[in-house]
């Protein structure tokens, strides 16, 4: 596993699929020490006549204080949790096994290595390199949702078209089908991006406004933007990192040929999740090529 790939690793916790067991291994303690105490301190109380009321409650607590120190010390939980999960687990498909790590859980962010081979990335940068155009933004203003461009988005793009779908293409579909569970139909086109020196695009979220006239535009061609996955194209000599400064470490992916990272933009409950945040951060040197896939909730059209 690459951790210096990702900047922020939150603890890992399963996918779909691949939870632990909820059955945790509850810690039993007996009960001899607390009875022996009870005895010493009857037995003191008596000879003495010295038995003021909050003696017993006073040595009990003396006692659950320093036990429950004790216990922190040795990292020991007064209510134990379940073992720990698996920090990746192993999807298979016809054109073998997509390792998926978990990188959060809320919001749900996984990291798929060598998602691409070095020719499926190349293929993609060939396919779009001459058919590029500047990038935009759904216009939130706009009753028919049309794009616009925008300052906050400085990048080139083509969706691929039907022409373009080949043997390798229809691989790459068939894939991040895999490895989201969603149908090959609910997905945009795939959307190949360069970015020059500089380019960026900044913290935003995939999913549209349902209130606003151009959000409600775009849900009416297959609803909701549900998941996202980002497949790197090269490998950019600095910067143009993935992050989400909403999330609790402020995760950052290192754009790396081949790899990808995959997310949810809803809540299990299909609610948006504003945890999602997310930005192309700035081009260091060089460029940076990826590919975006969107996929809705139902039929794209």
Same mark, same amino acid.
């Given at each position: 596993m690459k951790t210096s790939l990702v900047q922020g690793y939150e603890s890992p916790l399963p996918v779909r699929g691949n939870e632990p067991s909820d059955k945790a291994k509850a810690r039993h303690h007996s009960s001899r020490d607390l009875t022996n105490l009870d005895a010493r301190v009857n037995d003191l109380s008596s000879k003495r006549n010295l038995r003021p009321p909050w003696v017993k409650p006073a040595c009990y607590a003396a006692l659950a204080i320093t036990g429950l120190g004790a216990m922190a010390l040795l990292g020991i939980s007064l209510f134990p949790s379940p073992s720990p999960p698996p920090t990746s687990s192993t999807i298979s498909t016809v054109y073998g096994d997509i390792e998926m790590q978990t990188l959060s859980a809320k919001p749900r962010i996984y990291r798929l290595p060598n998602f691409l081979s070095n020719e499926e990335c190349d293929h993609l940068i060939e396919l779009a390199k001459d058919r590029l155009t500047p990038s935009m933004v759904v216009n939130n203003d706009d009753q028919n949702g049309n794009a616009i461009s925008? !300052?906050?988005? $400085?990048? +080139?793009?083509?969706?691929?078209? #039907?022409?373009?779908?080949? =043997?390798? /293409?229809?691989?790459? #579909?068939?894939?991040?089908?895999?490895?989201?569970?969603?149908?090959? #139909? +609910?997905?945009?086109? *795939? %959307? /190949?991006?360069?970015?020059?020196?500089?380019?960026?695009?900044?913290?935003? %979220? @995939?999913?549209? @406004?349902?209130?606003?006239?151009?959000?409600?535009?775009?849900?009416?061609?297959?609803?909701?933007? /549900?998941?996202?996955?980002?497949?790197?194209? =090269?490998? !950019?000599?600095?910067?143009?990192?993935?992050?989400?400064? +909403? $999330?609790?470490?402020?995760?950052?992916? $290192?754009?790396?040929?081949? @790899?990808?990272?995959?997310?949810? +933009? /809803?809540?299990?409950?299909?609610? #948006? @999740? !504003?945890?999602?945040?997310?930005?192309?951060?700035?081009? *260091?040197?060089?460029?940076? &090529?990826?590919? $975006?896939? &969107?996929?809705?909730?139902?039929?794209?059209?």
């Open positions: 925008s !300052p906050v988005r $400085t990048s +080139n793009g083509y969706f691929l078209q #039907e022409k373009d779908r080949d =043997n390798k /293409v229809s691989k790459i #579909e068939e894939l991040i089908a895999a490895v989201t569970g969603m149908p090959i #139909e +609910n997905g945009e086109s *795939l %959307h /190949v991006l360069q970015y020059p020196l500089k380019g960026e695009y900044r913290p935003h %979220h @995939d999913y549209f @406004d349902a209130n606003s006239p151009g959000g409600a535009a775009s849900l009416s061609r297959g609803g909701q933007r /549900v998941a996202t996955v980002i497949m790197y194209l =090269n490998t !950019p000599p600095q910067g143009g990192e993935t992050s989400f400064p +909403n $999330t609790k470490t402020s995760i950052k992916v $290192t754009a790396t040929k081949g @790899d990808a990272v995959f997310f949810y +933009n /809803v809540l299990p409950s299909g609610q #948006e @999740d !504003p945890l999602t945040l997310h930005a192309g951060n700035p081009v *260091l040197e060089g460029e940076k &090529w990826i590919a $975006t896939k &969107w996929i809705r909730e139902r039929r794209f059209s």
